[in-house]
């Protein structure tokens, strides 16, 4: 009896970190394409946090961060206190350093260092923008997110000294999973480098597909959000189709795709040449 309930237990318990991201969204912890975990503490940290010095570098209470980590794997939503941002900025950062293969994942890590050694300056961003494209949907989606999210953190600078370089130092090991090699470092310190290039050049790069994100779980919420992932695939097949002139390939036909078209004014206002 006891080895049942147990069992019940195990399958019954809905962890966060750790877990791969289609692992969250099969499981029912996602709402708009991103984990809600993730959504609950960016929007708060960017609430009461974006001005304090050293945001991400300064380091968090420890016992502090296992607690509401805990809190989070046991499905809840731990209430957080401004007071503790650096706590919020160090549980953020293991949230992406714990995710299996990375936010990038190896294969596409690989491709990017690649075009970023040897493609010319004016062919950098279009090569980065088609392998960023066919990165796979949820991790696409939490990329898009952090990295605007980022560049609203570096924006404020003068007041929390994080500027593009700084947080793709303190980013960039965990954006991107280096694993252990003999060039390790040299290989870390690329992957910063083009961290920095990523946030430099976010709005060349990526959609910001979430100017609004909520992690509200009213019902009129829901069947928003549900709406919204319409339009998030949508604007996946836009950006995807996104030529390097800024203007849109040819996608097909048809009535579907006359749904897109209102879409393409947003797309337009943030994907440069």
């Not at 966060?16 to 029912?28: A, D, H, W």
């Not at 979430?210 to 949508?234: F, M, V, W």
């Not at 996608?251 to 393409?264: N, Q, S, V, Y």
Request: glycine share 10%.
């Amino acid at each position: 009896m006891e080895i049942g309930v147990l069992s019940v237990c195990v399958e019954t318990q809905k962890d966060v970190f750790g877990v791969p991201l289609i692992g969250l969204r099969k499981s029912g912890q996602m709402r708009q394409g991103l984990p809600l975990a993730l959504m609950h503490i960016v929007e708060f940290v960017e609430k009461h946090g974006l001005g304090q010095s050293g945001l991400f570098r300064v380091g968090g209470k420890v016992k502090l961060c296992q607690e509401l980590r805990k809190g989070f794997d046991r499905g809840s939503f731990p209430q957080f206190d401004s007071g503790d941002i650096p706590t919020l900025a160090s549980l953020l950062k293991l949230f992406l350093r714990e995710l299996p293969g990375g936010l990038i994942p190896e294969l596409h890590r690989t491709q990017l260092l690649k075009v970023f050694r040897d493609s010319k300056e004016e062919e950098l961003n279009q090569a980065v923008r088609m392998i960023l494209n066919s990165l796979p949907e949820e991790h696409f989606n939490v990329l898009c997110y952090l990295l605007h999210f980022l560049s609203r953190v570096a924006a404020e600078s003068l007041q929390n000294r994080m500027t593009s370089k700084n947080l793709s130092i303190v980013f960039g090991p965990t954006i991107f999973h280096v694993p252990l090699c003999p060039n390790m470092i040299e290989e870390q310190g690329l992957c910063n480098t083009l961290t920095e290039h990523l946030l430099n050049n976010v709005k060349h790069l990526l959609p910001n597909m979430y100017p609004h994100a909520s992690t509200g779980n009213r019902a009129e919420d829901i069947g928003a959000n549900e709406d919204h992932q319409k339009t998030l695939g949508s604007m996946r097949v836009i950006t995807q189709h996104w030529g390097r002139c800024g203007f849109l390939k040819d996608i097909g036909g048809g009535e579907g795709h006359l749904k897109t078209l209102g879409l393409m004014r947003v797309t337009r206002r943030h994907w440069g040449r």
